[in-house]
């Protein structure tokens, strides 16, 4: 079983669209989660970062993240044809892992005119 | 203020040779990682640096990968020996301290063996 688990996708959606990514995982140290975007043969660029359960949010995007379920979420509100890009989720257990992200495996998310 | 750069961004060898890929953190960054994209997977941890000093390598291969980050000038990753299978995309992250921040990726340098 793989440590953080990620519906690849892909997804479509029209614009205007809410759109909802998720992972699960399943190593309960995880402390600090992160969505990433990323764009075709681009590097990952940071979107979100949290380190509690609860809601955040940043505009059109809210990050959510339910430790007790192992869960965690992205949604964008109002997507747009720009959001189209693949998102990864990934997650750090800090202490002695500190800088060693686990990444989902990505949901290629377009979003059509 | 620049981004983490890497280069070359495209780099094609034949089975034997040896890559060398370049990373240059963010400027205040001293902490370097190292990732790899193979082709329809997530990034996978290979290596996490200091100044001088490899903090994490669980993610490094065992053979014929290696990795510094010297006091002065980029962080190297090194594959000797390269196969087919080293295809993947490589990229590199810095942060200015992993205790309060997360990490920004570079482009990444697309790895081609022959």
């Known amino acids: 079983q793989k440590e953080v688990e990620q519906d690849p996708g892909p997804l479509s959606v029209p614009e205007g669209a809410i759109v909802s990514l998720n992972c699960t995982y399943s190593?309960?140290?995880?402390?600090?989660f992160m969505w990433y975007r990323q764009y075709s043969r681009k590097g990952p660029e940071l979107l979100m970062y949290?380190?509690?359960?609860g809601n955040k949010e940043d505009g059109r995007f809210t990050a959510q993240v339910d430790k007790s379920s192992k869960y965690i979420s992205l949604f964008i509100r109002d997507s747009q044809p720009s959001d189209s890009a693949t998102y990864l989720c990934?997650?750090?257990?800090?202490?002695?892992?500190?800088?060693?992200?686990?990444f989902g495996q990505g949901t290629i998310l377009t979003v059509h005119p | 203020n620049a981004g983490v750069m890497q280069n070359p961004r495209h780099l094609v060898r034949r089975r034997g040779q040896e890559a060398r890929l370049r990373c240059s953190p963010m400027?205040?960054?001293?902490?370097v990682y190292w990732y790899r994209q193979l082709p329809e997977e997530g990034l996978k941890f290979m290596v996490y640096?200091?100044?001088?000093?490899?903090?994490?390598e669980s993610g490094m291969p065992k053979e014929r990968f290696s990795a510094e980050f010297p006091k002065e000038g980029p962080s190297i990753l090194r594959i000797q020996q390269v196969v087919r299978g080293d295809s993947a995309a490589y990229f590199c992250?810095?942060?200015?301290?992993?205790?309060?921040?997360?990490?920004?990726f570079g482009p990444g340098t697309r790895l081609l063996v022959l």
């Open positions: 992250a810095s942060s200015p301290d992993p205790n309060q921040e997360t990490q920004y």
């Open positions: 190593n309960s140290a995880f402390q600090y």
């Open positions: 949290t380190y509690s359960s």
């Open positions: 990934a997650m750090e257990a800090g202490g002695t892992s500190y800088g060693k992200l686990t």
């Open positions: 400027k205040g960054h001293s902490h």
């Open positions: 640096l200091q100044k001088e000093n490899i903090i994490d």
